[in-house]
């Protein structure tokens, strides 16, 4: 299995500035996902985050709002940039062990609020 | 693309009641597994059952237990001898292979209610 932690639990932001979401895994992993959960709905996947190279983004987001880092295997950042209301949501970072995908695990959770 | 449909916006059950949550789906892969996560006002995503697509026999754990239909493109899960601790948000969700390897696409969910 998997431990993750994530940076921060929650927030409280003004419009028009970002943040950064920070997911830690207690161990090397393949694949790390980023996932967003609007208020009252199910979770849609954000993007794929690359090892040493430019996420991987689902239709409907894009680097400049959504840009994503993975410097090693371990970690990874998720930032929501120039933010407005409709970004309040909680962003969820996920992963799936080497060579596995038999199942996927799930950190906390950010919930963002933007005023 | 994946599309994930299920149909029960909320359900509700009585405690030691056994209940049912549907989900269809619609896939183009030939090979993939099928997950059942739970989301408890914690917000932390659970694992409640996976199936894989190329096995006949549905998957069971303990009270947990799926009806998978992959020529319908169906995959329900049902709860047996329910408890306080299974009231939740339930999301379906394949997990295909092949361009879409590993990403989830999750259902819209059902808020399952279990009543003392």
């Known amino acids: 299995s998997a431990v993750i932690s994530q940076k921060p639990s929650r927030d409280i932001c003004q419009r028009g500035t970002s943040l950064t979401i920070q997911c830690q895994v207690d161990?090397?992993?393949?694949?790390m996902f980023w996932y967003r959960q609007q208020p009252g709905q199910s979770l849609t996947l954000i993007a794929t985050?690359?090892?040493?190279?430019?996420?991987?983004?689902e239709s409907g987001f894009v680097i400049d709002k959504f840009p994503i880092s993975r410097p090693n295997l371990t970690f990874s950042t998720l930032t929501v940039s120039n933010m407005s209301p409709e970004d309040s949501s909680i962003y969820l970072c996920?992963?799936?062990?080497?060579?596995?995908?038999?199942?996927?695990?799930f950190g906390p959770g950010t919930r963002l609020t933007v005023l | 693309a994946q599309t994930v449909t299920q149909s029960q916006p909320e359900m509700s059950v009585q405690e030691a009641e056994t209940v049912t949550l549907s989900c269809t789906y619609d896939?183009?892969?030939?090979?993939?597994?099928l997950f059942w996560y739970k989301q408890p006002p914690s917000r932390q995503m659970i694992l409640v059952i996976r199936?894989?697509?190329?096995?006949?026999q549905n998957a069971t754990e303990n009270r947990f237990s799926v009806n998978f239909q992959k020529a319908a493109k169906s995959f329900s899960l049902k709860i047996s001898d329910s408890q306080l601790g299974d009231a939740a948000m339930y999301f379906c969700?394949?997990?295909?292979?092949?361009?879409?390897?590993?990403?989830?696409?999750f259902g819209q969910g059902t808020i399952l209610t279990v009543h003392p």
């Open positions: 996920s992963v799936t062990l080497s060579g596995r995908v038999d199942e996927q695990f």
């Open positions: 161990s090397q992993v393949t694949m």
């Open positions: 985050a690359n090892q040493g190279s430019e996420a991987t983004y």
């Open positions: 896939t183009s892969e030939s090979d993939y597994y």
């Open positions: 199936q894989e697509a190329y096995k006949q």
């Open positions: 969700a394949p997990n295909a292979g092949g361009t879409s390897y590993g990403k989830l696409t």
